[in-house]
């Protein structure tokens, strides 16, 4: 056994396990906090159960209503303490989809009482607004040479089609 290596591993471990703590003291981190109008535990049970994710916390009383959900990976709150605040779409959620089927599961999903609007949005029953796009949108959309096209192409639809938009982006 080299005595020299278990010295630093022992010497290293505290200190390793004293930067972790920490940084995890220090953390920063910014989490969407939804004040909906409607009953918080229907939203969280029906967001966990269409982005296959988890209901972290609930807190219902008489004067409000509260959920912490993780859905594709996030963290969002959720509350109802009243009609004093009211959504719109100047924020919304957007939904990267690496399939048309992935796609299409999650806009049934959110269509189920909500409003599609234009080019991937859609306001769902909550009053959440969500953009549900292909993953790398983004890209073709910044592509120099085919990027306008495939905006112009983007703007016609209103529940993104991944063909049409990825025949743009090949100049079909």
């Given at each position: 056994?080299?005595t020299?290596?278990?010295?630093?591993?022992?010497?290293?471990?505290?200190?390793?396990?004293?930067?972790?703590?920490?940084?995890?003291?220090?953390?920063?981190?910014?989490?969407p906090?939804l004040?909906?109008?409607?009953?918080?535990?229907?939203?969280?049970?029906?967001?966990?159960?269409?982005?296959?994710?988890?209901?972290?916390?609930?807190?219902?009383t008489?004067?409000?209503?509260?959920?912490?959900?993780?859905?594709?990976?996030?963290?969002?709150?959720?509350?109802?303490?009243?009609?004093?605040?009211?959504?719109?779409?100047?924020?919304?959620?957007?939904?990267?989809?690496?399939?048309?089927?992935?796609?299409?599961?999650?806009?049934?999903?959110?269509?189920?009482?909500?409003?599609?609007?234009?080019?991937?949005?859609?306001?769902?029953?909550?009053?959440?607004?969500?953009?549900?796009?292909?993953?790398?949108?983004?890209?073709?959309?910044?592509?120099?040479?085919?990027?306008?096209?495939?905006?112009?192409?983007?703007?016609?639809?209103?529940?993104?089609?991944?063909?049409?938009?990825?025949?743009?982006?090949?100049?079909?």
């Amino acid at each position: 056994m080299n005595t020299r290596r278990t010295t630093h591993v022992t010497v290293l471990r505290p200190l390793l396990a004293m930067a972790a703590h920490l940084f995890n003291e220090h953390m920063i981190s910014a989490t969407p906090f939804l004040w909906l109008q409607h009953p918080v535990d229907d939203a969280a049970y029906f967001y966990a159960e269409l982005f296959d994710g988890e209901v972290l916390a609930e807190d219902y009383t008489r004067e409000s209503q509260a959920a912490t959900i993780r859905v594709a990976g996030q963290t969002i709150h959720l509350c109802n303490a009243g009609p004093r605040k009211e959504l719109t779409d100047a924020f919304s959620l957007k939904v990267s989809c690496s399939t048309q089927d992935d796609l299409d599961r999650i806009w049934a999903g959110l269509l189920r009482g909500g409003t599609p609007t234009a080019a991937g949005w859609i306001d769902d029953r909550f009053g959440v607004t969500w953009q549900v796009v292909p993953a790398h949108l983004h890209e073709w959309l910044r592509d120099p040479q085919r990027g306008t096209h495939v905006t112009e192409i983007m703007h016609r639809m209103v529940k993104l089609d991944f063909a049409p938009l990825e025949a743009a982006l090949r100049g079909d």
